[in-house]
């Protein structure tokens, strides 16, 4: 018999009837299509790409073992996203989380980091990748001086401009105080920018270019495998969809800008780890492949 091809387009619905119908093939297109918006903010959550396809892993193994809880009245898309909340809020703090970090003290750290240049990389395109390398990095840390639940709200709200009524269903508060929550991350987030980060304030010091080497001598950029940059498909601004206030003439702000021009990744490995989800005990248990 021959196996039935399933178009990876197709609707949520229809993939989710027929994974639970036993189709294996129609819950690797469900696991497709979400894996790599997961992993992108995992990845802006925690700063690390290893701990992000972790977190990704993880989501998408509790996405799939409880698909037949699903009600089809609601949104699947917000479904899952309620599962990215209640796990990455929940989850074992990495390595980044450490000791918690503040604005104050990832100031300090850029103060104290010598300006050097980056004489010893002959190539201007290697040069270009590492400084922005370095940017992705620091704008990364930034977002780690949120707590965690600023932090979310940030990336949905401000990063993937989810809607209020998303959000607010998302995080499982009231559209006022998902927007009052928004509202207050933004602020610190921006504040420090302003004071701090010469991408926005010309009059501040501080430059990706004169970090770049610091940043490479602490480990936090690694000039052979560029982890922020590998695999791109496209950027964050190229992915998302626009609020429709946008284009009554809403301008967008140029701290807002500056973090949807981060690229937009596949999920590493993509092809392995489904295939490593799928072939675990949880999903055995839960679906009758044929």
């Not at 093939?25 to 790599?36: C, F, G, I, R, W």
Request: charged share 30%.
């Amino acid at each position: 018999m021959k196996k039935e091809q399933i178009n990876v387009s197709a609707t949520d619905a229809i993939l989710i009837g027929q994974s639970l119908a036993g189709n294996k093939k129609a819950l690797e297109s469900l696991v497709k299509k979400h894996q790599d918006w997961i992993y992108n903010i995992a990845l802006t959550f925690v700063g690390d790409s290893n701990e992000a396809a972790d977190l990704t892993q993880e989501v998408l193994i509790k996405v799939v073992t409880k698909l037949d809880s699903f009600k089809q009245k609601s949104n699947f898309k917000t479904w899952v996203y309620r599962i990215v909340k209640n796990h990455f809020l929940n989850t074992k703090r990495g390595k980044n989380e450490t000791i918690p970090l503040t604005f104050e003290a990832f100031g300090e750290g850029l103060d104290q980091l010598p300006d050097e240049s980056l004489s010893n990389y002959s190539h201007e395109t290697e040069k270009k990748a590492l400084v922005e390398e370095a940017k992705i990095s620091c704008m990364k840390g930034m977002l780690l001086c949120l707590d965690r639940e600023q932090r979310l709200i940030f990336i949905m709200g401000e990063l993937f401009e989810f809607t209020d009524t998303i959000g607010a269903e998302i995080m499982e508060i009231s559209k006022e105080n998902f927007r009052i929550k928004l509202h207050r991350a933004k602020k610190q987030l921006y504040s420090f920018m302003n004071n701090k980060c010469g991408l926005i304030n010309k009059s501040n010091p501080c430059r990706c270019v004169r970090k770049t080497a610091g940043f490479i001598k602490m480990g936090y950029v690694d000039p052979i495998n560029l982890h922020f940059q590998k695999n791109t498909i496209t950027h964050i601004n190229g992915v998302i969809d626009k609020k429709l206030e946008q284009y009554k003439g809403e301008v967008i702000s140029e701290y807002q800008k500056l973090f949807q021009e981060h690229p937009f990744l596949q999920s590493p490995d993509k092809l392995a780890s489904i295939k490593k989800l799928l072939s675990s005990k949880a999903i055995k248990e839960t679906f009758d492949f044929q």
